[in-house]
C-alpha cells in the first residue's frame, strides 16, 4: 500500500535503499554482490568500504529472506570496517531515509 513501510532506527541508510548497522567493530550490511532475478541481473554495492568477514548462507536457499525479513535474517554480508569516520557521513539516518520514501512515494 502507499506510503506503508518500515525504517528501523539504529541504522544507515543509502538511495539505493541499503542499509548498515554499525555492531561493535564491523557492520552488518544488507548489500553486496549481484541480485539475479527472472528480468535482470543488478550489482549491488557496499556502503561502507572494509574486508568482508561474513556472508549470510542461508540465502543460499533462501534467498527471499533479503525482501521479507531484510532487517533480521535477510542481512547478506558482515563487513569489518575500514574507516566509519569516513563512510558514515554519506549514509542517511533514519529520519532522513523515511523523508526520502516519502518524497518517492508522493511521486507515484
Known amino acids: 500500500m502507499k506510503g506503508e513501510y518500515s525504517v528501523p532506527d539504529g541504522l544507515y541508510y543509502t538511495k539505493e535503499h541499503e ?5 561493535e567493530n564491523k557492520c552488518r550490511v544488507q548489500s553486496l554482490g549481484t541480485v539475479e532475478s527472472v528480468k535482470a541481473v543488478a550489482d549491488v554495492y ?3 568500504s572494509g574486508e568482508v568477514v561474513e556472508v549470510n548462507d542461508t540465502l543460499s536457499d533462501a534467498p527471499e ?3 521479507k525479513t531484510p ?19 554519506g549514509l542517511m539516518r533514519p529520519e532522513d531515509y523515511r523523508s526520502l520514501l ?6 507515484k
Do not use: A, M
Not at 542499509?19 to 555492531?23: G, L, N, S, T
Not at 532487517?71 to 547478506?76: A, D, K, M, T
Open 46 to 48: 557496499s556502503p561502507v
Open 102 to 107: 516519502k518524497e518517492i512515494t508522493e511521486k
Open 65 to 67: 529472506l533479503v525482501n
Open 19 to 23: 542499509w548498515v548497522r554499525v555492531e
Open 71 to 89: 532487517y533480521s535474517e535477510g542481512w547478506i554480508t558482515v563487513i569489518k570496517p575500514e574507516d566509519l569516520k569516513k563512510d558514515l557521513p
